[in-house]
C-alpha cells in the first residue's frame, strides 16, 4: 500500500482579506513531490483557506491513489487538533470543510500531525503564489510554479550521538552552577538542576512569517504544539492553556489572540510586507536563473545559503558557550554520561483512536503499522551503532518494539517493571471525550492535580514520577558512562524529560511525543541531566 505525505496551508491578507491556499502531496517512501496545488478564493479567513488547503491535498492524493494511506502536516493547530477530533468545530464556514475533508479517504486512512511553520514553506510559498495571481487577475499554474525551488531547503541537523561523551556541555553546566552558588542560595534538588545543552535550534531561532503567515490572528501558534497531548500513552489529548502567546477556547477548540491588538496588526503588516519583498526577490532570481543557469544550479546556490547560514548560527552558538565557560572555570572532566535513548513504542490498535492504554487495560499488541514503525527505528538504531544494552516495560507493546530493535543489534531485552505505562484506571479504552462524559468532575480534578487519580483507582502522575525517579537512579547506577536504550510509553518518556529539566507537573501536556519516537536524556556522576533530544521522528519519514 502507497502512503503519501500531504502538506497543506492557506492564508489571507487581511483575515478576512485575498486569500489562497497551497498543497503538496509527496512519496512517504522517496520524499518526492508527486503533485502541487494551489488557488485563489477570493476573500476569505485564515482559517479557512487552511482547510481548503487541507481539502485541496486530500483530493490530490486521492487522484494518485485512491488506496493508498495518507499523512498530513500542517502547522495549523487549529486544523490539526479538529480534524483530530479532539477539538470541536463551531464555526459555520469550516464545519463543511472538515466533514468534506473526513469523507475523501476512509476513517483510518489518514493522520495528522502539526509541524512548526518554518518546515511548512512549500506549501506557503503554493500559498502566496496564488494569492499573487489572484491580485494580478489570473489563475494559478502549476507548470509556471516555482514553489519548490524557493522553498528552503530542510537541512536537518543530525542529533549528537547519543553515545558520545558531552564534556564541553558538562563544563558549561558545572560553570553556570559554579556561578549560581556563587550569586545565592541553592535552588530544587536535583530534578530541578538545568539542562546542560543548548536550546534546539528549532527553539532559538526566529522564522520571518511568508504573507499568508503574517495575517494569522485568528489562530495563535502556541510553542511546538503546546497544550495537547496529555502523559498518557498518546491515545488521549486534552486542550489546556497555551501560556503567554494565547489561549485556547477548551469548549471550541478555537484561538485567542493575546497581545496588544494595534500592536499585533502592525507587527503583521511589517511582516507581510517583508516577506513580500523576499518573494519579488525570489521571483527574480528564478527568472535570472532561467535566463542563464539551469535550475540545478539555483538549488545548490539554495543549498549553499542554507548551509551558510547554518554554519554561522553554529559558530554565534560556539561564542555564547565561551562566554559562558569564561577563563578560570575549568572543573575536573566526569567522563562519559550514562545516556538513555527513550523510544517508545510502535502504533497499537486503539492508537489512533486516541484512547487511554496504560497498564490496567487489555495491553494491546502492535498493529502492522507499529511493527513497520519498529523496524524503522531498528534500522536507523543500528546505522548509528552506539547502543549497548536494551530495556524494555514489561508490557506488550514495549516489549514486541524492543525485541524487534534487540534482534537488529544483536542484543538481548531486559525487562523493568519500572517502565511501565501509568494505570489509568476505569478510563483505560476510553478517548478523552468519553471520559470527559462519563467522568467530568474526576477528569478535571486530574488535570488539576497531579496527584489526583482517574476514576477507580489508578496512578496518579506524582506516583508515576516517584516510580519513574526511582527506576532512572537505579538504571544510572547499573549503566553508567553506556548508551541504554529504554523502549517504554508516553508517561515514562516525559516523566523523565520532565525531571530532567526541572520543570512543573503541567509540562507534561506541553509535549509532543508521537508513536516509536526518540528522545534521548544524558545522566551525569554529579546527578545533573542533559535533554539532547525529543520526539525524533526523521527515521519514519
Known amino acids: ?83 483530530s477530533g479532539r477539538w470541536k468545530i463551531k464555526h459555520p464556514d469550516m464545519k463543511p470543510l472538515a466533514t468534506q475533508a473526513s ?16 518546515q511548512n514553506k512549500h506549501a506557503d510559498r503554493l500559498a502566496n503564489e496564488a494569492m499573487d495571481a489572484g491580485a494580478r487577475g489570473e489563475r494559478w499554474s502549476e507548470a509556471a510554479s516555482t514553489a519548490e525551488l524557493h522553498a528552503a531547503p530542510r537541512v536537518a541537523a543530525s542529533p549528537e550521538p547519543p553515545g558520545d561523551a558531552a564534556a564541553g556541555a558538562a563544563r558549561v553546566r558545572d560553570a553556570l552552577a559554579a556561578g549560581r552558588a556563587a550569586a545565592g542560595p541553592a535552588g530544587p534538588g536535583p530534578d530541578a538542576a538545568p539542562a ?104 545548490a546556490r539554495a543549498a549553499k545559503a542554507d548551509a ?31 545516556t538513555f535513548v527513550l523510544l517508545r513504542h510502535g502504533e497499537t490498535p486503539l492508537t489512533p ?14 498493529s502492522d503499522a507499529g511493527r513497520e514503525q519498529a523496524e524503522r527505528a531498528a534500522a536507523m538504531l543500528a546505522r548509528r551503532g552506539t547502543i549497548q544494552a536494551v530495556v524494555s516495560s514489561p508490557l506488550a507493546r514495549t516489549r514486541e518494539t524492543a525485541g524487534i530493535v534487540a534482534a537488529r543489534l544483536g542484543l538481548d531485552v531486559g525487562i523493568d517493571d519500572g517502565l511501565r505505562e501509568t494505570d489509568f484506571g476505569a478510563w483505560e479504552g476510553l478517548t478523552f471525550a468519553e471520559v470527559r462524559e462519563r467522568h467530568p468532575d474526576d477528569l478535571n480534578a486530574w488535570l488539576a492535580s497531579p496527584d489526583a487519580e482517574p476514576t477507580g483507582g489508578g496512578e496518579s502522575f506524582a506516583a508515576t514520577a516517584t516510580r519513574l525517579a526511582a527506576t532512572r537512579d537505579k538504571l544510572v547506577a547499573a549503566h553508567a558512562g553506556r548508551t541504554v536504550l529504554l523502549v517504554t510509553h508516553v508517561t515514562p518518556i516525559k516523566t523523565l524529560v520532565r525531571l530532567a529539566l526541572g520543570a512543573p507537573p503541567e509540562s507534561l ?33
Do not use: C
Open 1 to 83: 500500500m502507497r502512503e503519501f505525505i500531504v502538506e497543506a496551508d492557506g492564508g489571507s491578507r487581511g483575515n478576512p482579506g485575498p486569500a489562497g491556499y497551497g498543497a503538496v502531496v509527496s512519496d512517504a517512501a522517496t520524499g518526492e513531490t508527486l503533485r502541487e496545488t494551489a488557488e485563489y478564493i477570493g476573500v476569505a479567513t485564515n482559517n479557512v483557506a487552511e482547510y481548503r488547503g487541507l481539502l485541496a491535498g486530500l483530493r490530490a492524493a486521492f487522484e494518485l491513489d485512491p488506496a493508498a494511506t495518507v499523512h498530513v502536516r500542517m502547522d495549523s493547530k487549529l486544523v490539526i487538533e479538529q480534524m
Open 196 to 299: 546542560s545543552a543548548a536550546a534546539p535550534a528549532s527553539a532559538r531561532e526566529a522564522t520571518s512569517p511568508s504573507g499568508g503567515d503574517a495575517a494569522r490572528t485568528a489562530e495563535t501558534q502556541v510553542g511546538a504544539d503546546a497544550g495537547t497531548q496529555v502523559g498518557v500513552d498518546a491515545e488521549a489529548l486534552v486542550e489546556v492553556d497555551a501560556g503567554t502567546q494565547g489561549e485556547v477556547d477548551v469548549e471550541t477548540g478555537e484561538h485567542v489572540t493575546a497581545g496588544r491588538p494595534a500592536e499585533a496588526a502592525a507587527g503583521a503588516r511589517a511582516a507581510q510586507a517583508v516577506a513580500e519583498g523576499g518573494i519579488a526577490r525570489a521571483d527574480a532570481d528564478v527568472r535570472a536563473a532561467k535566463a542563464g543557469a539551469s535550475a540545478e544550479n539555483a538549488d
Open 308 to 338: 551558510d547560514a547554518h554554519a554561522a548560527k553554529t559558530v554565534a552558538d560556539t561564542r555564547a558557550a565561551k562566554a559562558v565557560a569564561a577563563p578560570g572555570w575549568a572543573p575536573a572532566d566526569m567522563g562519559a554520561p550514562a
Open 103 to 118: 469523507r475523501v479517504f476512509p476513517p483510518g486512512r489518514v493522520t495528522y500531525e502539526w509541524m512548526p511553520r518554518a
Open 509 to 541: 501536556f506541553r509535549m509532543e511525543l508521537s508513536a516509536a519516537s526518540l528522545s534521548v536524556v544524558a545522566y551525569y556522576a554529579d546527578g545533573n541531566a542533559s535533554v539532547r533530544l525529543l520526539n525524533d521522528t526523521s527515521h519514519l519519514r
Open 353 to 366: 483512536q486516541k484512547r487511554f492504554s496504560g497498564s490496567g487495560g487489555t495491553d494491546p499488541s502492535l
